[in-house]
């Protein structure tokens, strides 16, 4: 239920969808939530600098600077990234800030980028950028590629980023959804398909898995992915993954080293089954369902497009502390999860702001302990922040 307040007349039909920054709602669930930011083009995902400036990129490639998380901020730039290529699911996409700002005054994108014009897929190419904020709040001029060469596709190119307290980029790379896609999520060499973990300077972490066929850890940190398109980390290391399934099972993820998680040989809802006939390549590359790790969550049948991913935690959380938060696009909600053995298995808590504001996507938790979302309407978007007022 969506209830008015604030610079909304009480007792009068409020819409979200036309609501300017600074309007407030009442949600259920002891919720209120507030537009920080509208009139935006599809944005992706956000973070925030220490300081409390926001970083949202959008889709069409573009990076925009916010002063802060209050509503109606300023907006200190708003960088068009070169080469940018945005068509349909395809452009700036996820976006980290340094967990060491102080010292490395980095925010890392990822985007699909077309440098050499558009030749067709052999020029299409996903890259994780590296830009330095600078004190004004403008990005450098000439970001520094971190990594490159992902194939990138009008759908499933994945692109969440997140950079743990260690220091190490986790960068989700989607199957790109070629013919040759499924086998890709089962071949190391390839990067798509993957959950890749790497250093600032693009190098592999020594203490990367190593696996089966290889004397060496790899960038890859797990593999066997669809459409990973969010990253979640809790402050006691635990790792979780959000991606979309084909005409069924969405999947929810513990990441875990050298894990496989069986596209495009086994999907699954309660146990494994096959994705399709295997034959061909295909048939070469994929085990038995024993050699695959199953979802701690799958939605079966329909699909409800999970998006982004993030824990909610800290004491403004109430028991809500600790658990899983991931939004979706199709149901436009946001589904909570408590986690169950270690990881291995989700119980689904609570849906909240169902269908209130649309296609829901990035999250993060930003310096002031509430939760900043972004829309993926495709016109008039918008930041909302959300906080819980009943603990």
Known sequence: MLAACGSIAPGQ????????????FALDDGLSATIVQDGLEVPWDLDFTPDGRMLVTERPGRVNVFASGEPGAEKLSAYEIPGAYAEGEAGAMGIAVDSDFERFPHAYVCVSRDPDGPDGEAA???????????????????????????VAAFHHNGCAVQMDDTGHIWLTMGDANRVRAQHDSQRLASL???????NR???TPDD??????????????SMGHRNPQGIAMRSDGLIMEAEHGTDRDDEINHIVPGGNYGYGCYTAADALGPAQ??????????QGAEAYLPPAWASGIPTIATSGAIFLEGEE???????????TLKEGDLRLFRVVDDGDSLEEVAILADDQFG???????????ALYLTTAEGTYDKVIRLVRDAV
Do not use: H
Not at 192 to 198: W, Y
Not at 208 to 221: I, K, Q, S
């Open 13 to 24: 039909p409020a819409p979200a969808d036309g609501a300017p920054a600074g309007a407030t």
């Open 124 to 150: 299409w190419r996903n890259a994780l950028l590296r830009f330095t904020v600078k004190e004004d709040g403008t990005l450098t001029e000439d970001p520094t590629p971190v990594l490159d060469g992902m």
């Open 192 to 198: 798509n398909g993957k959950v890749v973990r790497l």
């Open 201 to 203: 300077d693009g190098s």
């Open 208 to 221: 990367n898995p190593v696996f089966e066929g290889t004397d060496a850890p790899t960038l890859v940190y």
């Open 277 to 286: 006939e295997q034959e061909g390549e295909a048939k070469e590359l994929c």
């Open 317 to 327: 959380w109430g028991d809500w502390d600790g658990m899983l938060l991931v939004s």
């Open 359 to 369: 296609r829901l996507r990035g999250m993060v938790i930003g310096p002031d302990g």
